[in-house]
Antibody
C-alpha cells in the first residue's frame, strides 16, 4: 500500500524551530518529486514547498522563503521540512504529498497525501 | 501568482441532486487543473486531474471539464458520502495555487 506518514504533532513557541518528517512506503520514493502543503485551521490549502526527486531542485512559497528548508533522504525514503523562525501564522496542519505525472513527467496532481501533522506556534 | 476563484463557496444540496462547482483562473493554465475532495479531519483526496480525467477508483458520478481559465466539477446523483469540501488546484505555474474551497452541505 502506498503511504505517507508525517511526524507527530507539535506545540512550539514563536521564533522556534521544528523539523517535520514524512516516511514514504509502497512506491519507489526516489522517482518522485514531493511537496509540503499546509492548511490553517478553518482555511484552504496552501502550497508550501517542493523538492525534485533527486533533491537538487527546491521551491518555496514566498511566505516561508528563507525560513523553511525542504530536503530528502532517498536511502531512508523520507522527506523533511526544517522550519525556523516560526510565526503564529505558520500554525497549520502540514501534509506531505507525492507528485503524479503524465508520460512526459509533467506534474498533474498530488495523488497521495499523508494524514498530516499539526504544528501550533503559540506562546 | 495565478489566483483560482471557486464559486460558490458554499452550497446546500440534497441526496440525488446534481451540483456544479466552478473554478476560474486569473490566467490561462491549459488543462493543468486538479480537483480534490476533503472530509472533516481527513487529508484531501484526488478526484480529477488534467481537468477532466477521473482518478482511479473515483465514482463515475464525478466529472470535470474546462481548459484555459474556466473549469467545472460536476457531481450527478449526489450521495451522502459526497458531502465534503472540494478544492481546485492549478499545476501549470509555480506556486501551485489552490482555490479557496467549496463546501457542499446537506440541505
Amino acid at each position: 500500500e502506498v503511504q505517507l506518514l508525517e511526524s507527530g504533532e507539535n506545540l512550539i513557541q514563536p521564533g522556534g524551530s521544528l523539523r517535520l518528517s514524512c516516511a514514504a512506503s509502497g512506491f519507489t520514493f526516489s522517482r518522485y518529486g514531493m511537496d509540503w502543503v499546509r492548511q490553517a485551521p478553518g482555511k484552504g490549502l496552501e502550497w508550501v514547498s517542493s523538492l525534485s526527486n533527486s533533491g537538487v531542485d527546491t521551491y518555496y512559497a514566498d511566505s516561508v522563503k528563507g525560513r523553511f528548508t525542504i530536503s530528502r533522504d532517498n536511502s531512508k525514503n523520507t522527506l523533511y521540512l526544517q522550519m525556523d523562525s516560526l510565526r503564529a501564522e505558520d500554525t497549520a496542519m502540514y501534509y506531505c504529498v507525492k507528485h503524479f505525472y503524465d508520460s512526459r513527467r509533467s506534474l498533474l496532481a498530488y495523488d497521495v497525501w499523508g494524514r498530516g501533522t499539526m504544528v501550533t506556534v503559540s506562546s | 501568482d495565478i489566483q483560482l476563484t471557486q464559486s460558490p463557496s458554499f452550497l446546500s444540496a440534497s441526496v440525488g441532486d446534481r451540483v456544479t462547482i466552478t473554478c476560474r483562473a486569473s490566467q490561462g493554465i491549459a488543462s493543468y487543473l486538479a480537483w480534490y475532495q476533503q472530509k472533516p479531519g481527513k487529508a484531501p483526496k484526488l478526484l480529477i486531474y488534467a481537468a477532466s480525467t477521473l482518478q482511479s477508483g473515483v465514482p463515475s458520478r464525478f466529472s470535470g471539464s474546462g481548459s484555459g481559465t474556466e473549469f467545472t466539477l460536476t457531481i450527478i446523483n449526489l450521495q451522502p458520502e459526497d458531502f465534503a469540501t472540494y478544492s481546485c488546484q492549478q499545476l501549470n505555474n509555480s506556486p501551485r495555487t489552490f482555490g479557496q474551497g467549496t463546501k457542499v452541505e446537506i440541505k
